[in-house]
């Protein structure tokens, strides 16, 4: 029988989330016992090739290209896990979600004390992903179907449900695995 | 009656003896019984707002931190049903203020996130409010940063009853509302001290002493290992 394959994607996220994946040491020989990787930055590959069992998702929705990727997995695979706080809550980058999209453009290209734009030009190439309004949680874009929280989540947290979920088993963490840190 | 007399009443189907003039609150703490609470502290005056402690006294929803004991009540509390009500008030305050967990200093020592541990949510049922809120810190030694602030009035009552100062007080209703302080405009200009019971008394990380950072590493903070009620119930297992 194939193994059955997972995805993973950073959205916009600082890739803390994936490093966490690799935390799990060499638990990752038995992972790719049990899985095989399809579209994920680990193997590089970019565009889904096969239907996936899990796909695992760092980061929340700053921008169009974002909202696609995300799309894209939630078409593709039967299970669709948050993977920490910035999926979760939008993180960091949501700390921009209290001032308006407008005034973080001008103070990231014409008014920050260290900008140098002598011609006043916001990027605006069609090739650069439009900015949303705000950063969007992942679930309030797409049906997520489980949540690792965590800032990091630990790796033990993400081994643990990986393994739940591949052998049929309820996800069940124990109190010192559920942290929002 | 006379105060020597005992109320006996149930809770969770345990029998408890409490004295005359408790509330179910401090008769379930000394008989080891956990009911999650928020605003609720052992020093200060009850102030029933947050309703995480609700239980049912037969069969009727009470706050049990201001709901006085009485003889023969039948008192529900770990219950599915009030659970739920507990998980979605607590949804509620981590989306009507922003929680950043990842970078509060609090973040381990907080009772707001000790009880969503121990209710084992994972992530909130509400949508996100992302409300503009705002940190002052114009004091040498204390800040307030109200995005993390839950209006849980400990602050309020502390600073008043405590400390013998009024340094606290709310202003505005409902989605406006909010800690303002005893002065025209700052904490700078209040007679807050950082040895105020007001300060060390705040549940979350929204009124903080400055320059004490990540103080305690991860794995050894106050809620890492032992859910928060866990020192109530452990009255309980030590008796039998
Ligand atoms: S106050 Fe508590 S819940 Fe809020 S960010 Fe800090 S640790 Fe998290
Ligand atoms: S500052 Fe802290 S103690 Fe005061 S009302 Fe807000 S959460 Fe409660
Ligand atoms: S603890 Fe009783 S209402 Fe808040």
Known sequence: ?181 | MPMSQTIDFIIDGVEVSARPGQTILQAADEAGIYIPRLCAHKDLVPHGSCRICTVLVNGRPQSACTQPVAPGIVVQNDIEKLNNVRRNILDMLFVEGNHYCMFCEKSGNCELQALAYRFGIMAPKFPYQFPARDVDASHPDIYIDRNRCILCARCIRASRDLDGKHVFEFVGRGPEKRVAVNAEARLADTDVDVTDKALSICPVGALMRKRQGYADPIGRRRYDHQPIGSDIEAKRSATG
Not at chain 1, 136 to 163: M, N, S
């Open chain 1, 1 to 181: 029988m194939a193994k059955p394959k997972i995805a993973t994607t950073s959205l916009a996220g600082c890739f803390g989330c994936h490093m966490s994946i690799l935390d799990i040491d060499e638990r990752i020989l038995e992972l790719v016992e049990l899985v095989d990787f399809d579209k994920s930055p680990i193997d590089d590959i970019k565009e889904f090739h096969h239907r996936c069992a899990v796909g695992l998702i760092e980061g929340g929705c700053a921008n169009e290209e974002n909202v696609r990727v995300l799309k894209d997995f939630r078409r593709h695979c039967d299970i669709l896990i948050s993977l920490g706080e910035c999926a979760i809550l939008g993180g960091i980058p949501a700390l921009r979600n209290t001032i308006p999209l407008q005034e973080c453009l001008d103070e990231a290209y014409l008014n920050g004390p260290s900008v140098y734009n002598p011609a006043k030009t916001i990027p605006n190439d069609p090739e650069i992903p439009l900015l949303l309004n705000k950063v969007y949680p992942c679930h309030e874009v797409v049906k997520i179907d489980y949540f690792l929280q965590g800032c990091p989540p630990r790796a033990d947290a993400i081994w643990e449900t990986l393994v739940a979920l591949l052998t049929d088993k309820p996800v069940d963490l124990p109190y010192d695995l559920i942290k929002y840190d």
